[in-house]
Protein backbone atom coordinates (compact mmCIF):
# COMPACT_ATOMS: atom_id res chain seq x y z
CA UNK A 1 0.00 0.00 0.00
CA UNK A 2 2.65 2.36 0.88
CA UNK A 3 4.40 1.81 -2.73
CA UNK A 4 1.59 2.30 -4.44
CA UNK A 5 1.10 5.62 -2.76
CA UNK A 6 4.93 6.26 -3.52
CA UNK A 7 4.00 5.14 -7.52
CA UNK A 8 1.19 7.70 -7.15
CA UNK A 9 3.11 10.87 -6.01
CA UNK A 10 6.12 9.92 -8.43
CA UNK A 11 3.55 9.76 -11.24
CA UNK A 12 1.83 13.14 -9.92
CA UNK A 13 5.51 14.91 -9.88
CA UNK A 14 6.47 13.47 -13.61
CA UNK A 15 2.90 14.26 -15.04
CA UNK A 16 4.06 18.17 -13.51
CA UNK A 17 8.09 17.99 -15.09
CA UNK A 18 5.67 16.67 -18.21
CA UNK A 19 3.30 19.73 -18.06
CA UNK A 20 5.83 22.27 -17.53
CA UNK A 21 8.02 21.06 -19.82
CA UNK A 22 5.05 21.08 -22.98
CA UNK A 23 4.54 24.80 -21.12
CA UNK A 24 8.02 25.73 -22.15
CA UNK A 25 8.15 24.26 -25.59
CA UNK A 26 4.65 25.76 -26.12
CA UNK A 27 5.98 29.22 -25.08
CA UNK A 28 9.28 29.28 -26.89
CA UNK A 29 6.73 28.19 -30.45
CA UNK A 30 4.84 30.88 -29.21
CA UNK A 31 8.24 33.41 -29.26
CA UNK A 32 9.32 32.25 -32.80
CA UNK A 33 6.03 33.16 -33.94
CA UNK A 34 6.31 36.36 -32.76
CA UNK A 35 9.70 36.97 -34.00
CA UNK A 36 8.71 36.06 -37.72
CA UNK A 37 5.76 38.02 -36.74
CA UNK A 38 2.95 35.72 -37.17
CA UNK A 39 1.19 37.43 -34.22
CA UNK A 40 -1.96 35.54 -34.72
CA UNK A 41 -0.09 32.59 -33.93
CA UNK A 42 1.73 33.87 -31.25
CA UNK A 43 -1.63 34.80 -29.37
CA UNK A 44 -3.55 31.50 -30.30
CA UNK A 45 -0.60 29.92 -28.02
CA UNK A 46 -0.36 32.91 -25.24
CA UNK A 47 -4.32 32.75 -25.25
CA UNK A 48 -4.32 28.86 -24.87
CA UNK A 49 -1.86 29.02 -22.39
CA UNK A 50 -3.02 31.74 -20.29
CA UNK A 51 -6.22 29.98 -19.90
CA UNK A 52 -3.87 27.16 -18.10
CA UNK A 53 -2.87 29.80 -15.73
CA UNK A 54 0.36 30.76 -17.10
CA UNK A 55 0.60 34.41 -16.56
CA UNK A 56 3.79 34.85 -18.80
CA UNK A 57 1.42 33.90 -21.97
CA UNK A 58 -1.30 36.32 -20.11
CA UNK A 59 1.11 39.27 -19.69
CA UNK A 60 2.49 38.87 -23.63
CA UNK A 61 -1.15 38.18 -24.99
CA UNK A 62 -1.94 41.72 -23.46
CA UNK A 63 1.14 43.34 -25.29
CA UNK A 64 0.30 41.67 -28.49
CA UNK A 65 -3.31 43.32 -27.61
CA UNK A 66 -1.56 47.09 -26.41
CA UNK A 67 0.67 47.44 -29.67
CA UNK A 68 -2.19 46.69 -31.95
CA UNK A 69 -1.04 43.33 -33.09
CA UNK A 70 -4.00 41.23 -33.04
CA UNK A 71 -7.48 42.82 -32.10
CA UNK A 72 -8.83 43.05 -28.41
CA UNK A 73 -6.97 47.05 -28.57
CA UNK A 74 -5.87 48.53 -25.07
CA UNK A 75 -8.57 47.71 -23.21
CA UNK A 76 -8.62 43.82 -23.52
CA UNK A 77 -4.89 44.69 -22.56
CA UNK A 78 -5.41 45.90 -19.39
CA UNK A 79 -7.87 43.49 -18.46
CA UNK A 80 -5.23 40.69 -18.70
CA UNK A 81 -2.20 42.97 -17.44
CA UNK A 82 -4.62 42.85 -14.32
CA UNK A 83 -5.41 39.81 -13.92
CA UNK A 84 -1.85 38.31 -14.12
CA UNK A 85 -0.85 40.85 -11.80
CA UNK A 86 -3.29 40.43 -9.37
CA UNK A 87 -1.63 36.64 -9.80
CA UNK A 88 1.68 38.55 -8.78
CA UNK A 89 3.46 38.64 -12.23
CA UNK A 90 6.27 41.06 -11.73
CA UNK A 91 6.28 42.56 -15.02
CA UNK A 92 2.16 42.95 -15.56
CA UNK A 93 2.67 44.91 -11.78
CA UNK A 94 5.29 47.16 -13.59
CA UNK A 95 3.30 47.83 -16.04
CA UNK A 96 0.10 49.23 -13.85
CA UNK A 97 2.92 51.24 -12.08
CA UNK A 98 4.03 53.00 -15.26
CA UNK A 99 0.26 53.54 -17.00
CA UNK A 100 -1.17 54.85 -13.02
CA UNK A 101 1.82 56.63 -13.13
CA UNK A 102 1.47 58.51 -16.42
CA UNK A 103 -2.27 58.44 -17.08
CA UNK A 104 -1.78 55.59 -20.48
CA UNK A 105 -4.71 53.82 -20.70
CA UNK A 106 -5.84 54.85 -17.21
CA UNK A 107 -6.53 57.81 -15.03
CA UNK A 108 -3.41 58.62 -13.33
CA UNK A 109 -3.22 57.61 -9.11
CA UNK A 110 -0.43 58.01 -7.33
CA UNK A 111 -1.03 55.60 -4.53
CA UNK A 112 -1.58 52.61 -6.92
CA UNK A 113 0.90 53.34 -8.98
CA UNK A 114 3.30 53.53 -5.76
CA UNK A 115 1.45 50.29 -4.98
CA UNK A 116 2.32 48.42 -7.57
CA UNK A 117 5.74 49.47 -7.89
CA UNK A 118 6.89 48.41 -5.11
CA UNK A 119 5.01 44.86 -5.71
CA UNK A 120 7.43 44.37 -8.49
CA UNK A 121 10.51 45.59 -7.22
CA UNK A 122 10.16 43.58 -4.24
CA UNK A 123 10.64 40.77 -7.03
CA UNK A 124 13.49 42.12 -8.53
CA UNK A 125 12.20 43.64 -11.76
CA UNK A 126 14.19 45.97 -13.46
CA UNK A 127 11.21 48.24 -14.54
CA UNK A 128 9.50 47.88 -10.94
CA UNK A 129 13.06 48.68 -9.53
CA UNK A 130 13.27 52.12 -11.50
CA UNK A 131 9.61 52.75 -11.17
CA UNK A 132 9.59 52.66 -7.40
CA UNK A 133 13.20 53.97 -7.45
CA UNK A 134 11.12 56.95 -9.39
CA UNK A 135 8.10 57.67 -7.12
CA UNK A 136 10.21 57.05 -3.96
CA UNK A 137 12.83 60.28 -4.86
CA UNK A 138 10.08 62.54 -5.95
CA UNK A 139 7.76 61.35 -3.18
CA UNK A 140 4.56 60.24 -5.54
CA UNK A 141 2.31 58.26 -3.91
CA UNK A 142 4.45 57.43 -1.08
CA UNK A 143 6.57 59.50 1.68
CA UNK A 144 9.32 61.00 -0.18
CA UNK A 145 13.16 59.31 0.31
CA UNK A 146 15.72 60.53 -2.06
CA UNK A 147 17.97 58.79 -0.70
CA UNK A 148 16.18 55.04 -0.75
CA UNK A 149 14.81 56.42 -4.29
CA UNK A 150 18.63 56.75 -6.13
CA UNK A 151 19.43 52.98 -4.56
CA UNK A 152 16.37 51.34 -6.18
CA UNK A 153 17.59 53.52 -9.05
CA UNK A 154 21.15 52.04 -9.23
CA UNK A 155 20.12 48.98 -8.71
CA UNK A 156 17.37 49.01 -11.57
CA UNK A 157 20.28 50.30 -13.82
CA UNK A 158 22.81 47.14 -12.78
CA UNK A 159 19.26 44.97 -13.98
CA UNK A 160 19.61 46.50 -17.09
CA UNK A 161 17.17 49.10 -16.83
CA UNK A 162 18.21 51.52 -19.61
CA UNK A 163 15.75 54.25 -18.59
CA UNK A 164 17.54 55.18 -15.75
CA UNK A 165 19.71 57.23 -18.19
CA UNK A 166 16.09 59.40 -18.66
CA UNK A 167 15.85 60.03 -15.36
CA UNK A 168 19.74 61.63 -15.01
CA UNK A 169 18.76 63.71 -17.76
CA UNK A 170 15.64 64.91 -15.93
CA UNK A 171 17.12 66.09 -13.17
CA UNK A 172 19.78 67.50 -15.12
CA UNK A 173 16.65 69.47 -16.84
CA UNK A 174 15.66 70.18 -13.77
CA UNK A 175 18.98 72.04 -12.55
CA UNK A 176 18.64 69.94 -9.17
CA UNK A 177 19.35 72.28 -6.62
CA UNK A 178 20.98 69.45 -3.57
CA UNK A 179 22.95 67.36 -6.01
CA UNK A 180 24.01 69.98 -9.03
CA UNK A 181 24.48 69.26 -13.01
CA UNK A 182 27.54 68.01 -12.43
CA UNK A 183 26.60 65.08 -10.27
CA UNK A 184 24.23 63.91 -12.57
CA UNK A 185 26.24 64.30 -15.74
CA UNK A 186 28.76 62.32 -14.15
CA UNK A 187 26.46 59.41 -13.46
CA UNK A 188 25.02 59.73 -17.34
CA UNK A 189 28.86 59.85 -18.79
CA UNK A 190 29.57 56.52 -16.57
CA UNK A 191 25.91 54.93 -18.14
CA UNK A 192 27.61 55.79 -21.23
CA UNK A 193 30.82 54.16 -20.70
CA UNK A 194 28.97 51.06 -19.84
CA UNK A 195 27.42 51.22 -22.89
CA UNK A 196 23.88 52.88 -22.39
CA UNK A 197 22.13 53.33 -25.76
CA UNK A 198 19.77 55.71 -24.03
CA UNK A 199 22.32 57.70 -22.23
CA UNK A 200 24.31 58.45 -25.25
CA UNK A 201 20.78 59.55 -26.34
CA UNK A 202 21.04 61.67 -23.48
CA UNK A 203 24.11 63.43 -23.70
CA UNK A 204 23.48 64.09 -26.95
CA UNK A 205 20.02 65.82 -26.59
CA UNK A 206 21.87 68.07 -23.95
CA UNK A 207 24.66 69.09 -26.34
CA UNK A 208 22.40 69.57 -29.15
CA UNK A 209 19.71 71.66 -26.80
CA UNK A 210 22.88 73.45 -24.61
CA UNK A 211 20.97 72.01 -21.53
CA UNK A 212 23.99 72.15 -18.43
CA UNK A 213 26.82 72.09 -20.97
CA UNK A 214 27.31 74.45 -24.12
CA UNK A 215 25.46 73.79 -27.31
CA UNK A 216 27.76 71.14 -29.01
CA UNK A 217 25.92 69.78 -32.42
CA UNK A 218 29.27 68.24 -33.39
CA UNK A 219 29.55 66.39 -29.93
CA UNK A 220 25.55 65.72 -30.17
CA UNK A 221 25.92 63.92 -34.08
CA UNK A 222 28.39 61.94 -32.27
CA UNK A 223 26.12 60.38 -29.20
CA UNK A 224 23.09 59.91 -31.28
CA UNK A 225 25.71 57.87 -33.92
CA UNK A 226 26.85 55.86 -31.10
CA UNK A 227 23.47 55.85 -29.25
CA UNK A 228 22.02 54.06 -33.27
CA UNK A 229 24.74 51.61 -33.43
CA UNK A 230 23.74 50.50 -29.53
CA UNK A 231 20.36 49.49 -30.60
CA UNK A 232 18.59 53.09 -30.03
CA UNK A 233 17.17 53.58 -33.65
CA UNK A 234 14.67 56.33 -31.88
CA UNK A 235 18.18 58.96 -32.13
CA UNK A 236 17.65 58.76 -36.25
CA UNK A 237 14.89 61.53 -35.32
CA UNK A 238 17.29 63.14 -33.10
CA UNK A 239 19.74 63.05 -36.15
CA UNK A 240 17.50 64.33 -38.61
CA UNK A 241 16.13 67.53 -36.28
CA UNK A 242 20.34 68.19 -36.24
CA UNK A 243 20.19 68.09 -40.01
CA UNK A 244 16.91 70.46 -40.33
CA UNK A 245 18.60 72.62 -38.08
CA UNK A 246 21.93 72.92 -39.40
CA UNK A 247 25.15 70.95 -37.79
CA UNK A 248 27.92 72.98 -38.96
CA UNK A 249 25.26 76.33 -39.15
CA UNK A 250 23.61 75.51 -42.73
CA UNK A 251 20.37 73.19 -42.33
CA UNK A 252 20.63 70.07 -44.88
CA UNK A 253 17.27 68.87 -45.48
CA UNK A 254 18.08 66.10 -47.67
CA UNK A 255 19.94 64.46 -45.15
CA UNK A 256 17.20 65.46 -42.71
CA UNK A 257 14.93 63.17 -44.88
CA UNK A 258 17.19 60.37 -45.08
CA UNK A 259 17.38 60.06 -41.17
CA UNK A 260 13.69 60.07 -41.18
CA UNK A 261 13.40 57.42 -43.80
CA UNK A 262 15.83 55.46 -41.54
CA UNK A 263 13.16 55.53 -38.37
CA UNK A 264 10.24 54.34 -41.28
CA UNK A 265 13.01 51.15 -42.30
CA UNK A 266 13.43 50.61 -38.24
CA UNK A 267 9.43 50.61 -37.41
CA UNK A 268 9.37 53.74 -36.27
CA UNK A 269 6.04 54.97 -37.76
CA UNK A 270 6.63 58.92 -36.86
CA UNK A 271 9.02 58.64 -39.87
CA UNK A 272 6.16 59.24 -41.88
CA UNK A 273 5.10 62.17 -39.49
CA UNK A 274 8.03 63.71 -39.94
CA UNK A 275 8.05 63.71 -43.59
CA UNK A 276 4.57 64.45 -44.03
CA UNK A 277 5.44 67.72 -41.82
CA UNK A 278 8.58 68.31 -43.90
CA UNK A 279 6.15 68.27 -47.24
CA UNK A 280 3.32 69.97 -45.65
CA UNK A 281 5.74 73.07 -44.51
CA UNK A 282 7.62 73.21 -48.07
CA UNK A 283 10.84 72.46 -46.11
CA UNK A 284 13.10 72.20 -49.21
CA UNK A 285 10.64 71.89 -51.79
CA UNK A 286 7.45 73.16 -52.63
CA UNK A 287 4.44 73.13 -49.88
CA UNK A 288 2.72 69.94 -51.04
CA UNK A 289 -0.35 69.26 -48.51
CA UNK A 290 -1.74 65.91 -50.74
CA UNK A 291 1.46 64.54 -50.01
CA UNK A 292 1.67 65.26 -46.19
CA UNK A 293 -1.90 63.98 -45.67
CA UNK A 294 -0.79 60.70 -47.53
CA UNK A 295 2.05 60.76 -45.05
CA UNK A 296 0.33 60.82 -42.04
CA UNK A 297 -2.49 58.47 -43.08
CA UNK A 298 0.19 55.90 -43.89
CA UNK A 299 2.21 56.86 -40.40
CA UNK A 300 -1.43 56.68 -38.36
CA UNK A 301 -2.12 53.42 -40.00
CA UNK A 302 1.30 52.01 -39.26
CA UNK A 303 0.70 53.37 -35.24
CA UNK A 304 2.25 56.73 -34.87
CA UNK A 305 0.56 59.02 -32.88
CA UNK A 306 1.76 61.98 -34.16
CA UNK A 307 0.61 61.39 -37.57
CA UNK A 308 -2.73 61.19 -36.35
CA UNK A 309 -2.83 64.11 -34.76
CA UNK A 310 -1.51 66.06 -37.87
CA UNK A 311 -3.82 64.30 -40.10
CA UNK A 312 -6.93 65.45 -37.10
CA UNK A 313 -4.94 68.83 -37.63
CA UNK A 314 -5.77 69.47 -41.14
CA UNK A 315 -9.27 67.77 -41.06
CA UNK A 316 -10.10 69.65 -38.99
CA UNK A 317 -8.83 72.84 -40.92
CA UNK A 318 -11.33 71.74 -43.79
CA UNK A 319 -14.43 72.02 -41.70
CA UNK A 320 -14.34 68.00 -41.40
CA UNK A 321 -14.95 67.79 -37.52
CA UNK A 322 -15.94 63.78 -37.05
CA UNK A 323 -13.17 62.94 -39.35
CA UNK A 324 -11.04 65.13 -37.19
CA UNK A 325 -12.17 63.33 -33.55
CA UNK A 326 -11.50 60.22 -35.01
CA UNK A 327 -7.73 61.08 -36.28
CA UNK A 328 -7.25 62.44 -32.58
CA UNK A 329 -9.44 59.95 -30.94
CA UNK A 330 -6.62 57.20 -32.57
CA UNK A 331 -3.82 59.25 -31.49
CA UNK A 332 -5.43 60.03 -28.05
CA UNK A 333 -5.47 55.74 -28.24
CA UNK A 334 -1.71 55.44 -29.35
CA UNK A 335 -0.66 58.14 -25.95
CA UNK A 336 -0.09 61.24 -27.93
CA UNK A 337 -0.18 64.64 -26.05
CA UNK A 338 -1.07 66.88 -28.84
CA UNK A 339 -3.80 64.03 -29.75
CA UNK A 340 -5.40 63.77 -26.30
CA UNK A 341 -5.23 66.98 -25.88
CA UNK A 342 -6.93 68.25 -29.73
CA UNK A 343 -10.01 65.40 -28.58
CA UNK A 344 -10.21 66.64 -24.94
CA UNK A 345 -10.70 70.57 -26.55
CA UNK A 346 -13.11 68.98 -28.95
CA UNK A 347 -14.95 67.35 -26.59
CA UNK A 348 -14.86 70.42 -24.18
CA UNK A 349 -15.96 72.89 -26.72
CA UNK A 350 -18.50 70.76 -28.54
CA UNK A 351 -16.97 71.29 -31.84
CA UNK A 352 -19.09 68.22 -33.53
CA UNK A 353 -22.13 67.86 -31.14
CA UNK A 354 -23.23 68.73 -27.56
CA UNK A 355 -20.24 69.21 -25.05
CA UNK A 356 -18.96 66.06 -22.93
CA UNK A 357 -17.25 67.40 -20.23
CA UNK A 358 -16.55 63.56 -18.88
CA UNK A 359 -15.16 62.41 -22.20
CA UNK A 360 -13.38 65.78 -22.24
CA UNK A 361 -11.83 65.40 -18.58
CA UNK A 362 -10.41 61.13 -19.75
CA UNK A 363 -8.91 62.74 -22.43
CA UNK A 364 -7.28 65.88 -21.08
CA UNK A 365 -6.26 64.58 -17.49
CA UNK A 366 -3.48 62.31 -18.35
CA UNK A 367 -1.94 64.14 -21.16
CA UNK A 368 -2.01 66.78 -18.22
CA UNK A 369 -0.18 64.64 -15.78
CA UNK A 370 2.45 63.92 -18.71
CA UNK A 371 3.62 68.24 -18.35
CA UNK A 372 1.40 68.98 -21.79
CA UNK A 373 1.16 72.69 -21.03
CA UNK A 374 -1.70 73.35 -22.94
CA UNK A 375 -3.93 70.44 -21.52
CA UNK A 376 -2.97 71.53 -18.31
CA UNK A 377 -4.66 75.23 -19.66
CA UNK A 378 -7.70 73.05 -21.43
CA UNK A 379 -7.97 71.13 -18.34
CA UNK A 380 -8.14 74.39 -15.91
CA UNK A 381 -10.56 75.84 -18.72
CA UNK A 382 -12.91 72.75 -18.15
CA UNK A 383 -12.59 72.93 -14.70
CA UNK A 384 -13.21 76.92 -14.30
CA UNK A 385 -16.46 76.33 -16.72
CA UNK A 386 -17.82 74.00 -14.35
CA UNK A 387 -19.45 74.08 -10.74
CA UNK A 388 -18.07 77.38 -8.43
CA UNK A 389 -16.54 74.94 -5.73
CA UNK A 390 -13.99 73.66 -8.79
CA UNK A 391 -12.34 77.34 -9.18
CA UNK A 392 -9.84 76.66 -6.77
CA UNK A 393 -8.82 73.87 -9.19
CA UNK A 394 -8.81 75.93 -11.55
CA UNK A 395 -6.71 78.28 -10.37
CA UNK A 396 -4.79 75.60 -9.41
CA UNK A 397 -4.25 74.39 -13.52
CA UNK A 398 -3.63 77.53 -14.92
CA UNK A 399 -0.79 78.55 -12.19
CA UNK A 400 1.36 75.22 -14.08
CA UNK A 401 0.49 76.87 -17.49
CA UNK A 402 1.01 80.09 -16.66
CA UNK A 403 4.58 79.30 -14.89
CA UNK A 404 5.62 77.48 -18.31
CA UNK A 405 4.53 81.46 -20.17
CA UNK A 406 0.89 79.90 -21.21
CA UNK A 407 -0.23 83.78 -22.16
CA UNK A 408 -4.08 82.79 -22.23
CA UNK A 409 -3.19 80.69 -18.88
CA UNK A 410 -1.86 83.77 -16.99
CA UNK A 411 -4.43 86.29 -18.24
CA UNK A 412 -6.74 83.25 -17.28
CA UNK A 413 -5.45 83.52 -13.61
CA UNK A 414 -4.99 86.88 -13.06
CA UNK A 415 -8.68 87.30 -13.56
CA UNK A 416 -9.19 85.28 -11.02
CA UNK A 417 -6.69 86.80 -8.71
CA UNK A 418 -8.42 90.31 -9.76
CA UNK A 419 -11.93 88.68 -8.98
CA UNK A 420 -10.80 86.97 -5.99
CA UNK A 421 -12.64 83.95 -7.15
CA UNK A 422 -11.54 80.31 -5.92
CA UNK A 423 -9.12 81.77 -3.48
CA UNK A 424 -7.96 85.46 -1.91
CA UNK A 425 -7.19 88.40 -4.69
CA UNK A 426 -4.07 89.74 -5.64
CA UNK A 427 -3.58 92.45 -7.47
CA UNK A 428 0.48 93.30 -7.79
CA UNK A 429 0.32 89.31 -8.99
CA UNK A 430 -2.19 90.47 -11.38
CA UNK A 431 -0.58 92.90 -12.79
CA UNK A 432 2.52 91.03 -13.14
CA UNK A 433 0.57 88.13 -15.04
CA UNK A 434 -0.75 90.58 -17.01
CA UNK A 435 2.12 92.40 -18.32
CA UNK A 436 3.29 88.21 -19.30
CA UNK A 437 0.06 87.47 -20.75
CA UNK A 438 0.55 90.76 -22.94
CA UNK A 439 4.59 90.26 -24.05
CA UNK A 440 3.43 86.35 -25.01
CA UNK A 441 2.85 86.47 -28.44
CA UNK A 442 -0.65 86.26 -28.86
CA UNK A 443 -2.58 89.63 -30.51
CA UNK A 444 -6.00 88.09 -29.88
CA UNK A 445 -5.27 88.92 -26.03
CA UNK A 446 -3.81 92.94 -26.29
CA UNK A 447 -7.25 94.28 -25.76
CA UNK A 448 -8.58 92.10 -22.78
CA UNK A 449 -5.02 92.33 -21.06
CA UNK A 450 -5.05 96.23 -21.63
CA UNK A 451 -8.88 96.22 -20.04
CA UNK A 452 -8.03 93.91 -17.05
CA UNK A 453 -4.90 96.20 -16.14
CA UNK A 454 -6.49 99.25 -16.60
CA UNK A 455 -9.29 97.26 -13.76
CA UNK A 456 -6.17 96.66 -11.62
CA UNK A 457 -4.62 99.96 -11.63
CA UNK A 458 -7.48 101.62 -10.96
CA UNK A 459 -7.93 99.40 -7.36
CA UNK A 460 -4.79 99.15 -6.17
CA UNK A 461 -3.87 100.95 -3.17
CA UNK A 462 -0.05 102.75 -2.62
CA UNK A 463 1.23 99.31 -1.04
CA UNK A 464 -0.28 97.03 -3.83
CA UNK A 465 1.48 99.75 -6.25
CA UNK A 466 4.48 99.56 -4.94
CA UNK A 467 4.69 95.69 -4.42
CA UNK A 468 3.57 95.81 -8.21
CA UNK A 469 6.38 98.01 -9.39
CA UNK A 470 8.80 95.61 -7.60
CA UNK A 471 7.23 92.72 -9.01
CA UNK A 472 7.54 93.87 -12.52
CA UNK A 473 10.98 95.47 -12.12
CA UNK A 474 12.27 92.30 -10.82
CA UNK A 475 10.83 89.97 -13.96
CA UNK A 476 12.61 93.39 -16.70
CA UNK A 477 8.79 95.07 -17.23
CA UNK A 478 9.31 99.20 -17.50
CA UNK A 479 7.06 100.88 -15.15
CA UNK A 480 3.47 101.60 -16.65
CA UNK A 481 2.67 105.49 -15.76
CA UNK A 482 -0.08 104.58 -13.46
CA UNK A 483 2.69 102.50 -11.48
CA UNK A 484 5.59 105.49 -11.12
CA UNK A 485 2.93 108.48 -10.86
CA UNK A 486 0.20 107.67 -7.94
CA UNK A 487 -1.26 110.80 -9.23
CA UNK A 488 -2.40 109.34 -12.27
CA UNK A 489 -3.77 106.06 -10.43
CA UNK A 490 -5.97 108.97 -8.31
CA UNK A 491 -6.79 110.85 -11.46
CA UNK A 492 -8.04 107.51 -13.05
CA UNK A 493 -10.39 106.65 -9.73
CA UNK A 494 -11.69 110.83 -10.02
Known amino acids: ?68 HVPGGDRGAIRLYRKSANRGFAQSQSEFAHRYLHGVGLMPHDRKAAMWARLAAEKGDARGLYHYGYVLFHGIGTKRDRVAGLAYLERAEKAGWDEVALF ?87 MARECYREMIENDLPDGHYHLGRLAEGGTGEPPDSQKANQLYQRGCDQGSGAACHAAGRQSEACGLLDEALAFYERGAELHDCDAMCAAGRMYREGRNGHPDRSRAFRRLLPAARRGHIESIYQLGLLIDEGEAASVRHARREYRVAADAGHPHAQYRLARLLLEGRGGSSDLPEACLLLHQARTGGDASLERDVNS ?43
Open 1 to 68: MVSGWIRAIFATITASWTSQSDMRDQMKEAEAAWEREDFAAAAAIYSRLSRSGVDAATHNLAVLQARG
Open 168 to 254: FENRIRLSDANAGDDHWFRRLNESARHGSGLAHLALGRLHAEGIGVTVDRKTATEHFRTAIKLGRPEAWQNLGELHESGINGEADIA
Open 452 to 494: ALSYAYRDMSAEERERAADLLTEHGFPLPEALTYPAATAASRA
